[in-house]
């Protein structure tokens, strides 16, 4: 190492605290536009990979955000629901493969999402433990919910009433975990999935009762008069399927009529994806047909407009640091002036102690630089693993 | 373009991060045998020999009900359930037959109810209690009479279903599917123009049935019966008797269908009452003697045919 380069050299590492300071503000201000560009990018990648994988959203007219937050993400409150008439018109127009969803309750806090086989094929979710539902009152749980309540293949959970204060309300229905899903590092893995049909137990569209034609179900019998008995509530209704009173189980009024609160469409292609929406249009249509990869631009589109405010106030703190460590570099050369005259006395010539000065700021630059960079091709890298990591948690 | 309310897209970009979620599209694949046979699970013995006739050697088909059931009556358990949701095909009969259907979480691609196209001519049972317990209002669980092949015609019309089934999941073999779904109708069409020569002796004489199980056959034959509730294992007491004694002053019926051979005891009593007992097997599950369906449809028509 020449001179200049070697006095440089030595200078910053007398002065460590000052060159670390130096160095990390620099390289901070220079990471965090970058890391923050990258980190942004790879949500909003992660979050627009589920909406674009996501044909066609079917819900009640309204706030499509609503929708498509409820429909694909479990969070916010469940849309005005359709009815099951809104899934048999997709499926009777041979244009799409109609996935049920039914949102709205919760067991220990976490969605209960009514839906079908389909849905796990759809996803491509697969069971780490267990199998897939198979029976009214059976539950599959994702690998969060199994991992935060400590559940496994044979244990029950109870979805929660709707309300504490709801006496004649919806009553919990205590399900059996059939099986535990493989983490999919999304809202799946927070989610506890059963078949529509248990949810709308769970609604009180369907239950179980004693036969009221048999002698056990007498005392709760208020009359009957030829075909028509008439119960009161002491009649047994089962808040648990089991194999043992299965049977009794039954749903009341037109299947048609059944709520869900959205309905993914998958269609054969992409003419069919065009006449479904079609299909949906009109003044009068109480339904509604949404793309979730458009509605999700649409409020990334928002998002990224914050972000690049955040981004020019970054550079704008960045151009703040620049000018400061330009000030700490210009001080710190008044202050060593009688050093400099040193330099100069004992022979240094003018531009050996130019060099000197400069190597020094090159030196802070260089660093700076240096850990930036490692810090944002470490976010590139581990960003992903990073939020997977938060998501699963 | 819609314009984004604020509060959602608040929540929205509040949870942007946390939302997000990875997509792994590994659909697995359809549940084709190894040897490319089509998975067809059925749920009744006249849907098994449709399927098998049609599909030939082309098919897998797998009707799991144990033989000394009533499929009708009967519910899978877990293991088996998660084999017919692996299927192919699930051909159901419909008209509410095999209710644990309603119970048990299916796929509905390929489910197939083959008696839909015949939905405004399934007969509805009277007779369901109303009852009314709780917020839900008054209700009755209503039933339909389920075994809709005991009338041929309709039974052909579930061929044809299950014929259009396959050649959906195997358009290539439509032609092979197509030809022997005519030998089937062809065969259908005979048994029933055999039963219907073997009932018009019958004419609108009073008859009964031992069980409310013949709804079809007897809409289709222009039948006058009535129903009992009787085991043919098991001998009525005397409440029974007196109530058939009471029927039969109403309905004078000289001839009852049997779903299996009664006991002997049984019969006695009814041939001193002057009624002659007949076995009519519905064939909703498989002859323990390995008769194919139709046989033992045959069969039943024969012993019609033997009645004076």
Known sequence: ???????????????????????????????????????????????????????????????????????????????????????????????????????????????????????????????????????????????????????????????????????????????????????????????????????????????????????????????????????????????????????????????????????????????????????????????????????????????????????????????????????????????????????????????????????EVVFVLAAAALVASVLTLAVRHFGDAAIRALLLT | MRRLRPTPLLAAAACAIACAAAEEQSAPPRASNEDGRLSVYVVSEPLRSFAQQIGGDRVEVVFPAPPDVDPAHWSPDAETLAAYQGADLLLANGAGYASWRERATLRRRGLVNTSSGFADRLIEISGSPTHQHGPAGEHSHAETAFTTWLDPRLAAEQARAVSAALERERPEYAEEFQARLGSLEAELAALDARLEQATAGIGAAPILFSHPVYAYFERRYALNGRSLHWEPDAHPDAAAWAELDALLEAHPARLILWEAEPLAQTRGELAARGVRSVVFAPGGNRAPDGESWLERMNANAARLEAVP
């Open chain 1, 1 to 359: 190492m020449s001179g200049p380069l070697y006095l440089a050299w030595r200078y910053l590492a007398r002065h460590p605290i000052k060159t670390a300071i130096l160095v990390a503000s620099i390289a901070l201000i220079a990471f965090l536009p970058a890391g923050l560009d990258s980190l942004v990018d790879q949500s909003a990648a992660r979050l627009t990979a589920r909406a674009d994988s996501t044909p066609l959203l079917v819900g009640a007219k309204g706030s499509a955000l609503d929708l498509v937050l409820s429909g694909l993400y479990f969070e916010s409150d469940p849309p005005t629901p359709v009815s099951w008439s809104a899934l048999e018109r997709v499926a009777e127009s041979g244009l799409a493969e109609p996935i049920p969803l039914h949102l709205g309750f919760r067991a220990r806090g976490h969605p209960i999402v009514g839906t079908s086989l389909e849905y796990f094929d759809f996803r491509g979710l697969s069971v780490a433990a267990g199998r897939l539902m198979a029976m009214l009152g059976e539950c599959v749980v994702g690998a969060g919910v199994a991992r935060e309540l400590g559940v496994s293949t044979g244990d029950s959970l109870l979805s929660s009433p709707e309300s504490v204060f709801d006496l004649a309300g919806v009553y919990p229905l205590r399900m059996r975990v059939a099986g535990i899903l493989a983490p999919s590092y999304g809202p799946d893995d927070r989610a506890v999935f059963v078949d529509v049909k248990t949810a709308w137990v769970i609604a009180g569209l369907g239950h179980g009762h004693q036969d009221l034609r048999s002698p056990e179900a007498e005392a709760a019998v208020l009359s009957r008069e030829g075909e028509r008995v008439v119960a009161n509530a002491a009649v047994v209704e089962y808040n648990e399927i089991t194999e043992q009173n299965a049977a009794s189980f039954h749903f009341h009024g037109d299947r048609s009529g059944h709520p869900l609160s959205a309905v993914i469409a998958v269609p054969r292609d992409e003419k069919a994806r065009v006449l479904l929406m079609g299909r949906f249009e009109g003044g009068d249509e109480t339904v509604q047909v949404v793309r979730p990869a458009g509605v999700m631009d649409e409020l990334l589109d928002t998002v990224l407009t914050v972000r690049s405010y955040v981004v020019a106030a970054m550079r704008s703190v960045a151009v703040a640091t620049l000018a400061t460590a330009a000030l700490v570099f210009m001080l710190s050369l008044r202050l060593r002036q009688r050093e400099v005259e040193t330099l100069v006395k004992i022979g240094a010539a003018r531009g050996s102690i130019a060099v000197l000065l400069a190597s």
